[in-house]
Structures are given as structure tokens and as C-alpha cells.
């Protein structure tokens, strides 16, 4: 964590540009050839705006959580910071992604029984043939896929997260390890129904249909890895059991029995695009955007799932995707430059500010 | 593409039509908006026929190009006169149904050739609940069993993957999993 903050301040003094603090955007609009951003310290004026204010402001909440008994607290991850938090007695946590999974796992750890509910999810080792998942991932390529490589682009911008923590003793925190340990599975909550939860008889394919996802990710490495002389110099391909699901999961859950006395919905997050007045917005709320080139010329997206490539909403992915971007915003500057100089424009106005402003 | 995407593969499902479709109901999402129907008659003691034939969908009134009609009834054992399938049987038909769709269209999405499918299916179900006997067990299936049988040029990972995405897909699959609102009324 330390290393990570260090990382990243460090690019604060690398690019030295100016930097302002405690300054939140409460609206950005077009005005004129350009954008008029207001903030808590004034407003400015800009040509270019790159949002890069983060894919995960919000907690999405289904709607189905107003029929949860009021005798049940409801958190999400963005409020939850450890398990003493929580009432003592048994959790139930929605959403079965990273977060889920993690929370699960740590819940659980705290002495409280926690049952979790699963919907689409994706199962991946956390080591693989003596390395970690992510190393693979990394060398192989399977990071770098373009987005108009991918096969169907709007299916994995809307992935769930892996299945992955970073603990230092590199535990799993996959379906079957997080059973084998107390935790119970069951389907995705589909219903509330007079304080009683309900869940899909979908575990069972859920289970099937990320098992067979991960195990075409590893013939992928595999097949990689033989390409690139690795056999020998790495441990043999392994391939895991498949994840262990009871014979009949409950399908039902009494929320106000008290048995269950809090909800965590880990059932991911969203951007706030609530400051942002301009119509680039598609009917779900999500920014229409080709690899982060927003519609409305001069606008770009940072941060956003496969966004540009598979990494993009990774720490990694955000270098490959800023030189892009940045090169696309300096070429869009310098023809809006010498458009205004043809046009003899006046400067533009009072109180300076970076051409681009970065949110 | 590779040698899979030359071969010519045909399971009888028009895929440029559903993808085509799928296109343009992206684009218009009002019109993906669909309303299906069945009409119920009594016949005697537990026989009854229900008729499918309009249906609403792409935005206006539509059509089967004739009316299709189901004979429902109980076994004798049920002291009826099984003169059609029992409703239950009927929900298994319309799952069977369902996934055995879904299986062919991805197929032929992915370029994989079907010789065979055969679903075969099962549902268990302990009728004390129906018969008022004991209000702990519930009226319909305990659980339902889907085994498919199927020969393809397709690896068997491939296979599954086909049957694992049909569920994803099935609408039936849905209704049978998830709760759904019903609501019931006397005209
Ligand atoms: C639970 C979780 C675990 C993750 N784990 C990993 C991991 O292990 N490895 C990894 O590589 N990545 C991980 N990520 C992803 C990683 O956090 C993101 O890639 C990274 O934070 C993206 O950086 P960003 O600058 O685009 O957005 P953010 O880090 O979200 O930063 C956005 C900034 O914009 C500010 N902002 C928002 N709105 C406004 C406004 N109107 N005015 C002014 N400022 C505003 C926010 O306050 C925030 O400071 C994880 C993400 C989550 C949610």
C-alpha cells in the first residue's frame, strides 16, 4: 500500500503540472469552441477536458434493496471498513466479483457467519504454473487486447471483477475455497418477497459457465507459453477441480428470522457523471466513447473498463492508454490552434489556465 | 477467421437474421419489447386445451402462422383420463424446448456442426405438497434435471460451453430459477 502511494505521488512531482487541491467540479458544459468548468474555486475555461474522475464513485444498490427489513443493515463496500463494524450475527453478501469475495472472506474470518450470493462471476488461480495469475496475464498479452480487437466489446466492459485478493499468503478466495472455509453459496439474489430473500437456481451454471471460462484462459497461456519456449522453465499446466457447489443450494432466506443481521452489497460501483452537463451520456448513464475519444470533440475518458485495452481500469493500463490519448488531445489542440489563428481569434480569456484541465 | 469460420456449417438456424435482429434492437430497444398469450378452455374434470396464436412484438400485433393447441390433462393413476400432458410435464417441455434453441443457435453462431441433441429431463417433485398433506414441502419441483446427449464436431469443453451458454440465454431457464411476478384476476 505504502509502495503504491508512493508510486503515484511520485508522478505528481515527475509531471509537475499545476495541481489543484481540495478543488471539486460541480459542472462541466460546452461553451464555445470549448468548455466551461465550474468548480468549488472558480470557473475556467478550457478547449479540452479529460475525465478522469474514476469508474467507481458510486456503490450500485439494486432497487430490490427497499424490501430488506428494516430490522437488517444494509452497507456497502464504499462504507465498510472492517468487520467489527458489523453487528455480531450472520452477513449476507451480495455479489460474488472481488469485493464480494474478499468481504466473504474476511467476514467470515471474523466469526460471523456469512452466506454469499453468486451471480456471473470469474474464477481465475491466484498462482498458475509457479507464477502469479497476474504475471501470466501480463507476459502473455491477454492484458494488452485492444478494444476493437475484443470479441464483443460490451460484454467485457461489463465483466465482473476476478476473483482475486492480495493477501500475503496468496489465499484463494475462489467459490470452492471460500465453502471449504463456512462461507455458504448461494444463486444470485433475485427477489425479496415478504422479508424473505430469494435466490436463483442458476448457481449451478454460474459455477459451470466461469469454470469453463478459466480453463479457456489457461489453454490460452498454455498455448503461450509453449509459443514462447517457457515449457521446462516453468511448472507443468495444471488445471483445477471444478468449483464445488451443493446439491441443493437453499433458494430461500429469511431476513427477518435475525439470523441474517447485515447486507453488504458488493454488487459494484459506477461512475458520478452528475457534474457533467454535456449529452455524452447513452441511456444506461455510461459515456459513449471510442477507445476514451468522448463524442464531443475535445472530450476524453481515463479509468474506464476496456476502455482501450483490458487493462485500462487498471493501475497499469492507465500509461499505454495516456500516451494514446495524450497524443490525440496535442494533435486536437494544435488544429484548433491554427484553426483560431486562421480566424484571428482574441486570446482566450482572463485568468490563464492549462489548455486541458484534468478532473 | 479461421478454417472453422469457411467450413460451412448448418444447424438450420438463420444466425445473419438473429444477429441482424439483435442489431437492430439495440438500436431500438422499444421494440424488443414483447408480450406473449395462451387462452385456456376447460374441457372436463382436469382436461383442458390452451391455444397459442397471437403474440405482441417489434412494436405491433403478430402472428404464428397457425394456431397451435395444447391438450392438458392428468394420468389416470390421478383418477383423470390423461387426455394430455400433465402442466408440469408441459413446464418441462418449454425448458427442454428452450435450452435445445439455445443450443443450436449458438452452435451455429460458433461454427460448430450438431449431428445430434437429445435433452433428456426430470423433475422431482413430492405431491404431498399439492395434495394439502404437509405445508413444509413445496407444490412444485424439488429440483429439475437436464441431461443433454450431443454429437457434434466439437470438443467436449466446446460442448459444454454450448450447453452453459443456452442456460445463460433461455428465457424459460429464467422463468424456472428466478421468481417472477404473477398476479391473478376474475374478469
Ligand atoms: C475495490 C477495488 C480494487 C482494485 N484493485 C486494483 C488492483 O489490485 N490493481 C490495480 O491495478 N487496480 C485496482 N483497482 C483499480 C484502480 O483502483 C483504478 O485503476 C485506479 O484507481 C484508476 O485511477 P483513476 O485515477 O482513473 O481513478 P480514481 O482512482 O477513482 O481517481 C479519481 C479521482 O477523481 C476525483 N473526482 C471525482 N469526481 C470529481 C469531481 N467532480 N471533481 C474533482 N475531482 C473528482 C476523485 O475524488 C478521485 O480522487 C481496484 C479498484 C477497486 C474499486
New interface residues.
Given amino acids: 500500500m505504502a509502495e503504491t502511494v508512493a508510486y503515484i505521488a511520485r508522478y505528481a512531482e515527475v509531471i509537475a503540472a499545476p495541481l489543484w487541491a481540495r478543488t471539486t467540479v460541480t459542472s462541466v458544459r460546452h461553451s464555445g469552441d470549448g468548455y466551461a468548468v465550474v468548480t468549488n474555486q472558480g470557473e475556467w475555461r478550457c478547449r479540452a477536458v479529460v475525465i478522469a474522475s474514476g469508474a467507481c464513485n458510486v456503490a450500485n444498490v439494486p432497487a430490490l434493496a427497499a424490501a430488506v427489513p428494516a430490522s437488517v443493515t444494509a452497507v456497502t463496500p464504499l462504507e465498510y471498513r472492517n468487520p467489527d463494524q458489523l453487528a455480531d450475527g450472520g452477513v449476507l453478501v451480495v455479489g460474488a466479483a472481488a469485493t464480494g469475495v474478499q468481504l466473504a472472506d474476511e467476514i467470515h474470518r471474523s466469526g460471523r457467519p456469512v452466506t454469499l450470493a453468486v451471480g456471473e462471476h470469474v474464477r481465475v488461480p491466484r498462482r498458475y504454473r509457479g507464477r502469479d495469475i497476474q504475471w501470466w496475464m501480463d507476459a502473455s498479452g491477454v492484458l494488452d487486447v485492444r478494444f476493437d480487437e475484443a470479441d464483443d466489446l460490451a460484454r467485457a466492459r461489463n465483466l465482473p471483477s476476478l476473483q482475486l485478493a492480495g493477501y500475503p499468503d496468496r489465499r484463494a478466495v475462489d467459490l470452492s475455497a471460500l465453502s471449504s472455509r463456512g462461507v455458504r453459496l448461494v444463486?444470485?439474489l433475485?427477489?425479496i418477497?415478504d422479508g424473505r430473500a430469494?435466490f436463483?437456481?442458476?448457481l449451478r451454471?454460474h459455477a459451470?459457465?466461469a469454470d469453463?471460462k478459466m480453463?479457456?484462459l489457461l489453454a490460452a497461456i498454455d498455448e503461450w507459453a509453449a509459443r514462447a519456449g517457457l515449457d521446462g522453465a516453468v511448472s507443468p499446466p495444471e488445471r483445477f477441480a471444478p468449483t464445488a457447489i451443493a446439491t441443493?443450494p437453499p433458494l430461500t432466506l429469511d431476513l427477518a428470522s435475525g439470523e441474517i443481521r447485515t447486507v453488504v452489497w458488493a454488487t459494484g460501483f459506477r461512475p458520478d457523471y452528475s457534474w457533467l452537463d454535456v449529452p455524452v451520456l447513452d441511456?444506461k448513464g455510461r459515456i459513449r466513447h471510442a477507445g476514451g475519444v468522448v463524442e464531443s470533440p475535445g472530450m476524453y475518458l481515463m479509468g474506464a473498463q476496456f476502455m482501450r485495452r483490458r487493462k485500462s481500469a487498471l493501475i497499469d493500463g492507465a500509461g499505454d492508454d495516456a500516451r494514446e490519448l495524450a497524443a490525440h488531445l496535442a494533435a486536437y489542440l494544435a488544429g484548433r490552434h491554427a484553426e483560431a489563428r486562421a480566424r484571428r481569434d482574441a486570446p482566450s480569456g482572463p485568468g490563464l489556465r492549462p489548455a486541458a484541465a484534468t478532473l | 477467421m479461421t478454417a472453422a469460420a469457411e467450413k460451412q456449417i448448418d444447424n438450420g438456424v438463420n444466425v445473419t437474421a438473429l444477429l441482424g435482429a439483435r442489431e437492430a434492437l439495440t438500436a431500438a430497444?422499444e421494440a424488443a419489447k414483447f408480450n406473449w398469450r395462451a387462452t385456456c378452455k376447460w374441457v372436463n374434470g382436469t382436461h383442458s386445451r390452451t391455444s397459442v396464436k397471437g403474440f405482441f412484438g417489434l412494436g405491433q400485433e403478430q402472428s404464428h402462422k397457425t394456431e397451435f393447441s395444447f391438450d392438458v390433462d392428468h394420468p389416470e393413476i390421478f383418477a383423470s383420463e390423461d387426455r394430455g400432458a400433465t402442466p408440469v410435464e408441459l413446464v418441462l417441455t418449454g425448458l427442454a424446448g428452450c435450452l435445445t434453441a439455445g443450443v443450436a443457435a449458438i452452435a451455429q453462431l460458433r461454427n460448430i456442426q450438431l449431428k445430434s441433441v437429445k435433452a433428456t429431463l426430470a423433475g422431482a417433485m413430492d405431491i404431498q405438497g399439492i395434495l394439502g398433506i404437509d405445508s413444509d414441502v413445496r407444490n412444485g419441483f424439488?429440483?429439475i434435471s437436464v441431461k443433454f446427449d450431443i454429437d457434434a464436431d466439437a470438443s467436449r469443453?466446446e460442448i459444454?460451453?454450448l450447453v452453459?451458454?443456452s442456460?445463460?440465454r433461455s428465457a424459460v431457464?429464467?422463468i424456472?430459477?428466478?421468481?417472477t411476478n404473477v398476479s391473478v384476476s376474475v374478469n
Fill in positions: 444463486g444470485r433475485a427477489g418477497r430469494q436463483s437456481g442458476s451454471n459451470a459457465l469453463l480453463n479457456r441443493s441511456r | 430497444p424439488e429440483g469443453e459444454e460451453a452453459a451458454q442456460q445463460k431457464f429464467d424456472v430459477t428466478n421468481p
